[in-house]
């Protein structure tokens, strides 16, 4: 069965601090995509981005960036120089094989402190 | 603007009376889908339709019904609603292959 597992419920940082929220999934697809995603306190939920199996190249948007690793099925999430506008929960994702179902994490609610 | 619509946003209401939610998009998408979001659950999916008069169920469907008779609206139904099934409820819709999923405002429902 596919699975994503968020096992940090809430992390607290200081403003400036770096943080960074785990996701681990479980698949038995070759070829799959992962997803994360931003829920801050007006309830929307905005889309980070979007990762396929195929492409393990970590990526960097501004201070944001993502580690894949397909060896330990993990695809953290890292925030640099936090900011109170980060205070969020964030939702990893993973599409089931042929796409038309959805799972995703538990979250992870980050609190940034000024 | 390419969206994603909900309404109600707010739904207070009683046990058994039934109830719809709308979700409408403006992108010609093929694919929608419903979540229901509860506390250190995460989303969980509801339904989905791959495009008109297709629909599946998803992880919880349980208690809820759809319809797509139309490519833009994909209304979540709630014939006897019971009070786990207040929750957030959030629509979504996506282009072909896996892309990325465009969430509606949410609706935020208590079944008293």
């Known amino acids: 069965a596919q699975k994503v597992t968020q096992a940090q419920t809430e992390i607290s940082v200081v403003e400036k601090e770096d943080v960074t929220l785990d996701c681990v999934y479980e698949?038995?697809?070759?070829?799959?995509?992962l997803f994360w995603y931003k829920q801050p306190p007006s309830g929307e939920l905005v889309f980070l981005i979007r990762?396929?199996?195929?492409?393990?190249q970590n990526e960097i948007s501004g201070r944001y960036s993502w580690n894949f690793q397909k060896s330990t099925s993990s695809f953290n999430f890292t925030i640099t120089a936090s900011q109170v506008v980060d205070s969020a929960v964030y939702f990893c994702?993973?599409?089931?094989?042929?796409?038309?179902?959805?799972?995703f994490g538990a979250g992870t609610r980050l609190f940034v402190k000024a | 603007e390419a969206q994603v619509t909900q309404n109600p946003r707010y739904l207070i209401t009683v046990t058994g009376k039934k109830l719809t939610v709308t979700c409408s998009q403006n992108?010609?998408?093929?694919?929608m889908s419903w979540y229901r979001q509860d506390p250190g659950l995460g989303l969980r999916q509801i339904y989905y339709?791959?495009?008109?008069?297709?629909?599946d169920k998803g992880d919880v469907p349980e208690g809820y019904k759809v319809s797509r008779k139309e490519k833009r609206n994909f209304p979540l139904i709630l014939e006897s609603p019971s009070p786990n099934q207040t929750s957030l409820y959030f629509c979504?819709?996506?282009?072909?292959?896996?892309?990325?999923?465009?969430f509606g405002p949410g609706t935020r429902l208590l079944v008293l």
């Open positions: 979504a819709s996506r282009g072909g292959g896996i892309g990325t999923q465009y």
């Open positions: 698949t038995r697809d070759t070829t799959y995509y």
């Open positions: 990762r396929n199996s195929f492409d393990e």
């Open positions: 994702a993973l599409p089931q094989t042929g796409g038309f179902k959805t799972i």
């Open positions: 992108m010609n998408h093929e694919y």
């Open positions: 339709s791959m495009n008109v008069e297709v629909t």
